[in-house]
């Protein structure tokens, strides 16, 4: 690891201000991702402005409507008793996120604004119709997601908190990869009852994506034997030594299938 200064700010308008100040700066929630990256010197921040010193974390959910903080920790998400009321799907995702240190220090915040293809809460959040709230703006999940490791935030953009409206019902499905827990192929279904049925895939393709056709087949009939006749292409499906491509997108069908079967 290349040295670097250490900060600590207890308000977002220093953290703003300190990201912005330094040229090689790099902001920290869990240090989950980041702290291996430098460790492996591939960045070399000059300064990290760790967030966790700010008061941001909580799930908060209302009757309508759920806004988790960024610095929220995964372990935080899975034992909420509120959410696991309002979105039972999305407590049990959290929960099934790489193992008991991973969940108690990894954030939402920094799982989205890292965006690897594999995570989970990419397939959530777009699943969703969630909106990423910054410091300067909100961003719909659907304008979010740009590529591999790639989002629209600018830089020294800072998420504040994540935020959507309550689902009628929803689920989640994964095929973990059994040493990292990553998602091989991960799929979220939310039925928002007449404004139809959103279905975030994650782990597929370079990066989490809406699968179109099936949530044109679910808004008009709710049930697993609506899909059986959407065809998933494997053409720009992730390939690597855990899957190939075909078999991605064949796990793209069982999952949304076990989720629909699952949603409550
Ligand atoms: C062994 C292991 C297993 C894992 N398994 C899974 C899994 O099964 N599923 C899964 O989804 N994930 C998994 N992860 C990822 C993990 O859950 C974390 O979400 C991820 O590593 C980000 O960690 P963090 O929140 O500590 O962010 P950090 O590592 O601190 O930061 C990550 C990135 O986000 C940026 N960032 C952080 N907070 C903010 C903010 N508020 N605003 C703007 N930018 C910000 C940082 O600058 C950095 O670029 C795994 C990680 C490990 C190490």
Redesign the pocket.
């Known amino acids: 690891m290349y040295e670097f200064e250490y900060h600590r700010p207890k308000k977002l308008a220093d953290a703003v201000k300190l990201i912005k100040a330094k040229k090689e700066g ?11 990256t430098m460790k492996q010197r591939l960045a070399a921040p000059s300064d990290v402005i760790d ?1 966790s010193g700010l008061d ?1 974390s909580g799930v908060k959910v209302s009757k309508t409507k759920v806004t988790i903080k ?2 929220t920790t ?1 372990a935080e998400v899975a034992s909420s008793s509120d959410l696991k009321k309002a979105v039972p799907a999305l407590a049990a995702l959290a929960g ?4 008991p240190h ?2 108690h ?3 939402i ?3 989205v ?2 965006a ?1 293809p ?4 990419p397939a959530a959040l777009l699943a969703l119709n969630a909106k990423v709230v ?1 410091d300067t703006r909100t961003i719909e999940a659907d304008k979010f997601f740009k590529g591999l490791f790639e989002t629209a ?1 600018r830089t020294n ?4 908190q994540v935020e959507f409206e309550i689902p009628a019902k929803a689920a989640y499905s994964k095929f ?1 990869n059994p040493a ?4 091989m192929v991960g799929v979220f279904v939310a039925d928002f009852g007449k404004k139809g049925v959103r279905v975030g895939v994650t782990g597929a393709k370079g990066s989490a994506y809406r699968e179109k056709a099936m949530e044109k087949a679910l808004t008009a009939e709710f049930s697993a034997d609506a899909i059986a006749g959407v065809k998933i292409k494997a053409d720009d499906m992730n390939e690597d030594i855990h899957a190939s491509a075909e078999y991605r997108a064949h796990l793209v069908g069982v999952m949304a299938k076990r989720a629909i079967a699952a949603a409550k």
């Open positions: 790099k902001l920290m929630a869990g240090g989950m991702t980041l702290i291996p967030l941001n960024a610095g995964h099934m996120i790489g193992d991973v969940r220090r990894g954030t915040g920094g799982s604004a890292n690897d594999a995570a989970d809460y910054t935030l953009e800072i998420i504040k973990p990292s827990r990553y998602a």
